[in-house]
């Protein structure tokens, strides 16, 4: 299998598409959050969602859950590897937060996304996203 090099463009693209993930789930904007992905996108981990159409009322509820709270989440070592011209597999750390307004937030959880990437009308989006926890027994 012929190895692609992620280009710079490509690189810098998908960077910003897993910083508008963080910045949509936190803000719990659901269509921003589900634009991240392709229609047929999966999120995979605490809950199996699959389309566009479920992953916006999913992040609806999840934000109903935390109008006391506000999140943080913030990812690293953000590790990406072309497959092909229109797939990039990508795997970094996560670590989510949870505060009272006026404090400080403390970790809540910490884990690993795998991710597969594709490119879709000149954007990449989210096409199949894992997250496994750190200290969740499989």
Known sequence: MKKFSVSPEAYVEILNLYSAY???SDSGDAEW???CFTED???HG???IVGRANLVEYKKKDYATRTHLYRRHWN???HLEQVDEETVRGR???FGYNGEPGS????????VYTDIIKRVDGEWKFAHRKLVFDGVKK
Not at 104 to 111: C, D, K, M
Request: hydrophobic share 30%; with cysteine.
């Open 76 to 78: 690293g070592s953000i």
């Open 41 to 43: 996108g999966e999120q």
């Open 33 to 35: 959050y589900a634009s």
């Open 22 to 24: 963080n910045l949509a």
């Open 46 to 48: 605490t809950y199996d």
């Open 104 to 111: 400080l937030p403390h970790v809540t959880h910490a884990g």
């Open 92 to 94: 970094c750390y996560l």
